[in-house]
């Protein structure tokens, strides 16, 4: 076992696993084992409003059913509140943070935009207009570009303060934001690397600069093609992407192994998932896989 190596699937229980979220379980496992590294399995729940129990159990279950067996203990983001309060403390004292008074909808009529995403122009950043209250928690972005190197996509860089401006770490509603949340565990459970969708390729500029003012460690990161429907739409619960089957769960491992242009080939139909997974470790690549956003996700193509 490459001790090093510790990976992780993340998924956030709002329904049952889909093509689009078995592709990135898929990837993230291949990768973790082809290193004989650990994968963690970490239910992301902090958005509990949005969560539901039933969801993780199917979760589970279908991991299982494919064959995706977790090292050490599942980690439910809804138990760890403790830590990023400590994390959140921290940003609060060395004055990286301040309160925000404005409201979703004064948000959405003074933020400016830049391809189609909104901005937050710093209203509250030096102090809450007079007789207003802080609601939620931002984050203090310099304007300097943050940089990393994708395994899959290559090169990205985004300047946060111009491009997303300072960000929200814990909401309105009291509950701590994903992007706070995700740079906690991941440091603490000392993950290297992260392989997941190509819809969080945006988002990770932010996680860097919060490892950074944290004194985190930053893992490599890998951010898959996402599947999307004809109409465009990343394959969703809110898109009615279907459960993906759990009976005989081969044709559809076979087909994420297809969509991520790893090449199986046909004869693996006939094998039983151990010997499907012994394919996969055994010839993984990054290579093949596209680098692109999304992907077309039909029958056809797999
Ligand atoms: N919880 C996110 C999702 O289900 C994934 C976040 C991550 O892998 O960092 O889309």
Not at 276 to 294: E, V
Request: hydrophobic fraction near 35%; charged fraction near 20%; charge should be neutral.
């Amino acid at each position: 076992m490459n001790a090093s190596y510790r990976g992780r699937f993340a998924p956030s229980p709002t329904g049952p696993l889909h093509f689009g979220s078995l592709i990135a379980a898929v990837s993230s496992f291949a990768q973790a084992r082809q290193q004989q590294g650990k994968w963690l399995l970490r239910i992301e729940d902090v958005d509990l409003p949005r969560c539901d129990t039933t969801a993780t159990t199917q979760i589970l279950k279908a991991l299982e059913s494919y064959g995706m067996i977790w090292d050490e203990d599942i980690i439910y983001q809804s138990q760890r509140n403790t830590l990023y309060q400590t994390a959140l403390d921290e940003l609060n004292s060395k004055n990286l943070s301040y309160g925000c008074a404005c409201s979703r909808k004064q948000i959405n009529e003074n933020m400016s935009s830049a391809n189609r995403r909104l901005i937050y122009p710093g209203t509250c950043r030096d102090g809450l207009p007079n007789g207003t209250s802080a609601r939620s928690i931002r984050l203090r972005t310099d304007n300097k570009e943050v940089h990393f190197n994708d395994i899959v996509q290559g090169h990205y860089s985004q300047n946060i303060l111009k491009e997303v401006g300072d960000f929200i770490i814990r909401r309105a509603d009291n509950l701590f934001a994903y992007q706070l949340a995700v740079v906690v565990d991941d440091q603490e459970q000392a993950i290297t690397e992260v392989v997941r969708g190509s819809d969080m390729l945006d988002s990770t500029p932010r996680q860097i600069l919060l490892q950074q003012l944290l004194g985190y460690s930053t893992p490599r990161y890998m951010h898959i093609p996402l599947a999307t429907t004809p109409d465009g739409n990343k394959l969703s619960k809110q898109h009615h992407a279907s459960p993906i089957p759990t009976d005989d769960p081969r044709p559809t491992l076979i087909k994420a192994l297809a969509f991520l242009q790893q090449q199986p080939p046909a004869d693996l139909r006939d094998c039983d998932i151990s010997s499907i997974w012994a394919w996969t470790f055994k010839h993984w690549t990054t290579k093949t896989i596209p680098a692109q956003h999304s992907i077309l996700y039909n029958d056809d193509n797999v």
